[in-house]
């Protein structure tokens, strides 16, 4: 056997065991919309973004706690035991003790309002009893001491509020992080919505490069076909004599070359096939003995193309350009709160509180909160400033210098974006003239391929000019391939540059 039969029996041999491991495939008919719709629900890259819109809203929800009220609750008990002595008129050394027991029970609340508001409103009760000794003199030398023992009740209730008016008053650090969160909340949606709109740009992409694939198994088929055709003709022209080994020689060299591009366009569809099920599968071994086919027909539909109406859908939709507009926002809360930071400090502030005392805790408690037996407050005004307040100012001036380079980043992201349209609408408008040429020169190479095959038939022609002729056959119904996916492909690009891909695949997105 020839080197070259070896190598056809190699090349037939692994062509059947690939198309038996394809046959091994369930072959399951899909559609673009479904793709979509399977990407949205298991696409790890979108599942992943989800959570950062999550995690901005729990930062909002954290942000938002800092208006809770505080309670607190106590109950304390402090003992103190004495040692005393003392001496006599002779010099007699006497010691005492005494024991010392204090229970406090606490509670109020205290937190912050509106417009810088804060309060604080705490309550305490406590009990204090004892022993001790007082003096008992019997004579000018002598004297003894006599327990004593006590039990007191007290309650003091106080309210001190504080209300700033100028510093504070129409931003505080609270009411900004709120703020700021909102923003980063609305930015990490829309962050979310261009993700969104890469995922289902590349599903459309893989799926067309599938049809792209399979087809193009078809061509090589087609080719192949082609080829052995022309291998039997020339094997019974040299049978009678009619043609030199040489140019069965080339016949085989052709079908062995035509068999390898199938077998490289048959591992395409499989790489293809792994493509798509990355980007709409969660679980991809259960997809592994699933052969995906394509239900959409591959053609090429013409689209009005208006390039400034294109910009202006762009420059209103695209999700990027409205996350920097959203910064925009957060960045001017940060001028406003650092501005208002560099006024001073001025504070409406005020305190009152009432003390009781009692024989018991119900009427010390009847006491503070019905009767007015000992009350005192205040109310007044603060002010006080740092001299020149320069950190203030000059934090103010870097955020407004950070504006600055933010808005000259909008609008080079505007211009950016009327070029990528500007660059997608061309490509679209080239690759639909281009199905036109394709579509022309494959039917002229396959004229020239039966016009040759005629002349040799009469000796007028060679199976070298036929193999030429074959080859081009077979990459003129491939480019015609490649022009209309490409043609699809670019109309996918223009969607995702003007922003308008949900819209365009009727995906409505939604937040909480």
Not at 41 to 62: P, S, Y
Not at 188 to 200: D, G
């Amino acid at each position: 056997m020839t080197r070259l039969g070896i190598i056809l029996g190699l090349v037939a041999a692994w062509s059947g065991i690939a198309w038996g491991q394809t046959n091994g495939l369930t072959e399951r008919a899909i559609s673009l919309d479904e793709c979509l719709e399977m990407a949205l629900q298991n696409n790890f890259t979108l599942r992943i973004e989800r959570h950062n819109i999550e995690q901005a809203r729990f930062d909002l929800r954290r942000a938002q706690t800092a208006y809770d009220p505080l309670l607190v609750f106590g109950l304390t008990r402090a003992e103190n035991t004495g040692l005393n002595q003392t001496f006599d008129r002779s010099g007699n050394r006497s010691e005492s003790s005494s024991r010392n027991t204090v229970d406090t029970l606490q509670y109020g609340i205290s937190g912050l309002g509106p417009m810088g508001f804060e309060y604080s409103v705490p309550v305490r009760f406590t009990r204090s009893f004892g022993d001790g000794y007082r003096y008992n003199v019997l004579d000018l030398n002598t004297f003894t001491f006599v327990p004593v023992g006590y039990d007191e009740y007290a309650a003091r209730l106080n309210i001190e509020m504080r209300q700033p008016l100028l510093r504070n008053f129409a931003v505080d650090g609270v009411r900004r992080t709120i703020q700021v969160n909102r923003k980063l909340l609305k930015m990490s949606e829309h962050q979310y919505e261009a993700r969104l709109m890469e995922v289902m740009t590349l599903v459309e992409l893989a799926y067309y490069e599938l049809i792209f694939a399979r087809e193009n198994v078809k061509v090589q088929e087609q080719a192949l076909k082609l080829a052995e055709k022309l291998l039997d003709n020339n094997r019974k022209s040299f049978n009678v004599g009619s043609m030199a080994i040489l140019e069965v020689h080339r016949a085989e060299s052709l079908v062995a070359s035509t068999r390898a591009d199938l077998l490289a366009a048959q591992q395409l569809v499989k790489v293809q096939e792994n493509v798509l099920k990355n980007l709409i599968t969660k679980d991809l071994p259960e997809w592994k003995q699933v052969s995906l086919a394509p239900s959409e027909p591959l053609m090429a539909v013409p689209q009005a193309l208006d390039v400034r109406e294109s910009w202006r859908t762009g420059l209103s939709k695209r999700p990027d350009l409205a996350q920097l507009r959203v910064d925009l926002e957060r960045q001017d809360i940060d001028i406003r709160y650092f501005k208002n930071q560099t006024l001073p400090n001025l504070n409406l502030v005020g305190s009152y509180g009432r003390d009781a005392l009692g024989t018991g805790f119900e009427n010390t408690w009847s006491d503070l909160h019905f009767r007015d037996k000992a009350v005192d407050y205040y109310y007044g005004i603060e002010l006080s400033f740092p001299w020149g307040r320069r950190e203030a100012k000059y934090r103010l001036a870097q955020e407004k210098d950070q504006r600055l380079q933010k808005e000259l980043i909008l609008q080079k992201l505007q211009q950016d974006i009327l070029v990528q349209i500007d660059d997608a609408i061309e490509a679209v408008k080239t690759s639909y003239d281009r199905i036109a040429a394709t579509r022309q020169a494959a039917a002229f190479a396959q004229k020239v391929l039966e016009s040759e095959e005629s002349l040799m038939r009469v000796g007028m022609s060679t199976s070298f000019m036929i193999m030429q002729y074959q080859r081009d056959l077979t990459a003129a119904r491939s480019e015609e391939v490649r022009a209309i996916v490409d043609y699809n492909k670019n109309l996918a690009r223009l969607a995702q540059a003007e922003g308008s891909t949900l819209e365009r695949r009727k995906i409505k997105l939604q937040f909480k």
